[in-house]
């Protein structure tokens, strides 16, 4: 890439079909999302395999997957309370899929010809997916069990009558609003992660073809720069895979107990 | 002043709110920590809010840098 080029941060979000679609005229293409969310459930597959021997003594390997399910477990009992054990397949599978999904898009595959990764998560429709099935799972478990009790929710204990006019539509609002900013969240964090570390990736490649001293310079305070980023990212791809689950069990908390 | 020019204005003041989502990041932290080193014996139970304070800080600030972007790109 020549140095005076413009940078384009945005393309590595696009979405190319690998096969189909246009080219057999079928609305269905096998895109590069497809391809990387398949990949990432193979990684998961992998790991979760290699530790369910079930031997007495666990090996590193199983002693590794044995902690993990025990953390999301232990994750999602506290914040869901009594009852919370049969909402684990679901907040597992998110704190997996989400936490394997971030990690996969930053690894640095590109150096290969055509194998860039791709963050399934920096897609507003996989984390939107994921926000409207927490939210029905919500929705149908409170209705469910409470019945219109439900509504409930938005009348905090102990509120006045006379601010009753006032605290509904805010709870109710953000009620409503919490599968947007659920997925928002996971969604906007990949996105700017990856557009800080391309752009500054351009920075390195057009400080070097500038063949200056100045040009040298940049390029190596850049690639600092992104190294530390990236370290700064990978604490932020776990944390947003923790941060979804939380918040995910807290909302399921809500439909199980009515605060 | 033409359209290009007032949209990377818009959007560089738009990324302000992410400066300021930084400072409400650091305070949840701070005040955590100021909090467990007084009582170091309470502060593993609290692990969970001090993630949903920091969650609350931090989807402000991305959603001011959505902000931008969507005046960068799709306005």
């Given amino acids: 890439m020549a140095a005076a080029s413009k940078i384009d941060p945005m393309h590595q979000f696009q979405i190319d079909a690998l096969s189909g679609g246009a080219l057999d005229g079928s609305p269905f293409a096998f895109t590069n999302s497809a391809l990387w969310m398949l990949i990432v459930l193979a990684c998961i597959f992998v790991f ?18 044995e902690g993990f399910v025990e953390f999301v477990t232990g994750l999602a009992i506290t914040n869901i309370g009594k009852g919370g054990r049969k909402y684990v397949p679901w907040i597992f599978t998110l704190f997996t899929f989400i936490l394997f999904s971030n990690y996969m898009g930053m690894m640095p595959f590109g150096v290969v010809e055509s194998a860039h990764p791709f963050a399934v998560t920096g897609q507003f429709t996989v984390t939107g997916l994921m926000a409207i099935m927490t939210f029905a799972i919500v929705l149908i478990v409170g209705f469910a069990k409470h019945g219109f009790r439900f509504f409930s929710l938005f009348v905090p204990a102990g509120t006045p009558l ?37 752009v500054f990736g351009n920075f390195v490649v057009g400080g070097l073809n500038a063949h200056t001293i100045t040009g040298y310079l940049i390029a190596l305070i850049s690639f600092i720069f992104i190294a530390g980023v990236n370290a700064l990212e990978l604490l932020v791809a776990g944390i947003q895979a923790y941060v979804f689950a939380l918040l995910a069990s807290l909302y399921i908390h809500d439909a199980e107990h009515l605060h | 002043m033409d359209l290009a020019s007032a949209k990377v204005i ?53 959603i001011a840098f959505a902000v931008a972007m969507i005046i960068l790109y799709a306005v």
Avoid: C, T, Y
């Fill in chain 1, 48 to 65: 979760m395999w290699g530790g369910m021997k079930r031997e007495i003594v666990p090996g590193r390997w199983q002693a590794m997957v």
């Fill in chain 1, 162 to 198: 006379g601010l009753l006019p006032l605290i509904v539509p805010i709870e109710l609002i953000s009620f409503m609003v919490r599968p947007f900013s659920l997925a928002l969240r996971l969604f906007v964090a990949m996105i700017a992660g990856h557009i800080l570390v391309d």
């Fill in chain 2, 10 to 62: 818009g959007a560089g003041l738009a990324a302000i709110g992410v400066g300021a989502a930084s400072a409400g990041v650091g305070n949840v932290f701070g005040s955590f920590l100021q909090g467990a080193l007084r009582n170091p014996a309470a502060a593993d139970g609290q692990q969970g809010r001090l993630f949903i304070g920091f969650a609350a800080a931090e989807l402000l600030g991305l």
